[in-house]
């Protein structure tokens, strides 16, 4: 079955690390993303990975995958006040009638 | 320059109505979506065009009618409008199998 689970809420002091933790079930997700949605605004997508990848790094974005658990992960190094927002962790299949599947989103706080 | 556009951003409309929101990208992307979030910011997807066909209905009520008019645009069309059809609509594309990039939603209400 198709299902991605994140927790939904996490508090992190500014300039720390906060990592959002992302469980999915279906193994033939073969893309996996994050994506930022700010208070009334649309969904960003910050970065993605290949099912076939452990890792990707961009600037303060680090992304791990662990297949073998379904386990993704998306760290975001040194935390700012403007990072505040829902990520959602989200997948999709190698197919033609493919459909992005989002969790329920985790809502990030940065607290002085 | 916008990617992914929606019109209208605000809706609030009685009980009863049939209204229509439209979407345009200019990405030359061959799939559009229409998605949903409600007041807890759940996101679940409703239906999914790919070169104007449609590929996914996510049982959806059959109030709710998608067109395509063309790979660019993807519109939604909402009849008998009803109180729990109040939420965000999302309309999104992407490069068949790619990343899909989303509108900026409009916010639905029905009184």
């Known amino acids: 079955g198709e299902d991605v689970e994140q927790s939904l809420f996490l508090s992190v002091r500014e300039g720390d690390s906060s990592v959002i933790n992302c469980t999915y079930t279906?193994?033939?997700?073969?893309?996996l993303y994050w994506y930022k949605q700010e208070p009334g605004a649309g969904l960003q997508l910050l970065t993605y990975?290949?099912?076939?990848?452990d890792m990707k790094q961009d600037q303060r974005l680090t992304v791990l995958l662990n297949k073998k658990d379904k386990h993704l992960s998306l760290r975001i190094a040194d935390t700012q006040t403007g990072d505040s927002a829902i990520y959602f962790c989200?997948?999709?299949?190698?197919?033609?009638?493919?459909?992005?599947?989002f969790g329920s989103g985790t809502r990030l706080s940065i607290r002085p | 320059d916008t990617a992914v556009s929606q019109t209208p951003k605000y809706l609030v409309t009685q009980m009863g109505n049939d209204k229509s929101i439209k979407c345009e990208q200019n990405?030359?992307?061959?799939?559009m979506y229409w998605y949903k979030q409600d007041s807890k910011k759940f996101l679940k997807i409703m239906f999914s065009?790919?070169?104007?066909?449609?590929?996914i209905n996510e049982t959806v009520p059959n109030r709710f009618s998608p067109k395509s008019p063309d790979k660019a645009h993807l519109n939604l069309h909402i009849n008998s409008l009803e109180l729990g059809d109040s939420a965000v609509y999302f309309c999104?594309?992407?490069?068949?199998?790619?990343?899909?990039?989303f509108g900026q939603g409009t916010r639905l209400t029905v009184v």
């Open positions: 279906d193994s033939s997700s073969t893309y």
């Open positions: 990975i290949f099912s076939n990848m």
């Open positions: 989200a997948e999709s299949r190698y197919s033609s009638a493919s459909k992005i599947i």
């Open positions: 065009y790919n070169n104007k066909e449609l590929i």
């Open positions: 999104a594309s992407s490069q068949e199998r790619g990343e899909a990039f």
């Open positions: 990405l030359g992307h061959d799939t």
